[in-house]
Antibody, heavy 114, light 109 residues
Framework: QVQLQESGPGLVKPSQTLSLTCTVSGGSISSGDYYWSWIRQPPGKGLEWIGYIYYSGSTYYNPSLKSRVTISVDTSKNQFSLKLSSVTAADTAVYYC??????WGQGTLVTVSS | SYVLTQPPSVSVAPGQTARITCGGNNIGSKSVHWYQQKPGQAPVLVVYDDSDRPSGIPERFSGSNSGNTATLTISRVEAGDEADYYCQVWDSSSDPSVVFGGGTKLTVL
């Protein structure tokens, strides 16, 4: 059974870069025909797709975040990562990593505050 | 960009049937997935590809999709079904992307 776990700082200062990593266990990122996604949820609000990376390395981003987002993969560590630059308070959210088929991490709260 | 519209809230008495809709332009041509999210928890997939259920999801959860509306139906609603429900599609009309509906709060009266 595939499991995903997010990790990274829970507090980021405004204008800095938010960096999170998703560690995958129970399956290899580089095997199979899957998309690996980042999704976020501001407190009390709905789900917002950030972007995904294909096992081959191709990436697709939410147009509203595209200028600030980078998703990358490290197959040697079975991890994929999210970087979101120039953050503001509006980027405060629970960040989830996920794989198609309904596999989600537990989520990690990132607060943007000085 | 593609937009999915859900009612903000649906209320139903225990034992009755809840129907949560997800509207989108020609959504019937897309595969729709439904997630259940309880407070403080990650979303759980309850229906995928319009009407299939993942292992472990009760048969009470079913889905349909036609025209401009997809529907999640929960039969014999239980108190434990109270949660937020989100529909989701893959939109390949321009750059491939994932789209979520705004979510529906299901209240069990």
């Amino acid at each position: 059974q595939v499991q995903l776990q997010e990790s990274g700082p829970g507090l980021v200062k405004p204008s800095q870069t938010l960096s999170l990593t998703c560690t995958v266990s129970g399956g290899s990122i580089s095997s199979g025909d899957y998309y690996w996604s980042w999704i976020r949820q501001p407190p009390g609000k709905g789900l917002e797709w950030i972007g995904y990376i294909y096992y081959s390395g191709s990436t697709y981003y939410n147009p509203s975040l595209k200028s600030r987002v980078t998703i990358s993969v490290d197959t040697s560590k079975n991890q994929f990562s999210l970087k979101l630059s120039s953050v503001t308070a509006a980027d405060t959210a629970v960040y989830y990593c996920a794989r198609e088929g309904g596999f989600w991490g537990q989520g990690t709260l990132v607060t943007v505050s000085s | 960009s593609y937009v999915l519209t859900q009612p903000p809230s649906v209320s139903v008495a225990p034992g009755q049937t809840a129907r949560i809709t997800c509207g989108g332009n020609n959504i019937g041509s897309k595969s729709v997935h439904w997630y259940q999210q309880k407070p403080g928890q990650a979303p759980v997939l309850v229906v995928y590809d319009d009407s299939d259920r993942p292992s472990g999801i009760p048969e009470r959860f079913s889905g349909s999709n036609s025209g401009n509306t997809a529907t999640l139906t929960i039969s014999r609603v239980e108190a434990g079904d109270e949660a937020d429900y989100y529909c989701q599609v893959w939109d390949s009309s321009s750059d491939p992307s994932v789209v979520f509906g705004g979510g529906t709060k299901l209240t069990v009266l």
